[in-house]
């Protein structure tokens, strides 16, 4: 199983970023997906979800309505557009695969800075 993270960088509060996460070494479309991201000093924190069929997605209060999880079964990728960033969103961003309640495998990390 491998989880590949790409697509962070600095931008300015406003910015906007599009994280992806390439799968590989499993059936991606079998399994639930998910976000987190770790702040400097910080535990991780649960971003969004998506279901394994792409039909279902969550997201945190602290995201919810700026950012955007999507996948795409047929490329084994899932992505996440993150909108109207925040300094608070600056973390290292790592997409996890789900197993029953827990996450079994987590990519490398990303990281997302917001600084002006």
């Known amino acids: 199983v491998q989880l590949v993270e790409s697509g962070g960088g600095m931008v300015p509060p406003g910015g906007s970023l599009r994280l992806s996460c390439a799968a590989s070494g499993f059936t991606f479309g079998s399994y639930d997906m998910s976000w987190i991201r770790q702040a400097p000093g910080k535990g991780p924190e649960w971003v969004s979800a998506i279901n394994a069929g792409g039909i279902s997605t969550i997201y945190a209060d602290s995201v919810k309505g700026r950012f955007t999880i999507s996948r795409d079964n047929a490329k084994n990728t899932l992505s996440l557009q993150m909108n109207s960033l925040k300094p608070e969103d600056t973390a290292l961003y790592y997409c996890?695969?789900?197993?029953?309640?827990?996450?079994?495998?987590w990519g490398q990390g990303t990281q997302v800075t917001v600084s002006s």
């Open positions: 996890a695969r789900e197993e029953g309640s827990s996450y079994d495998y």
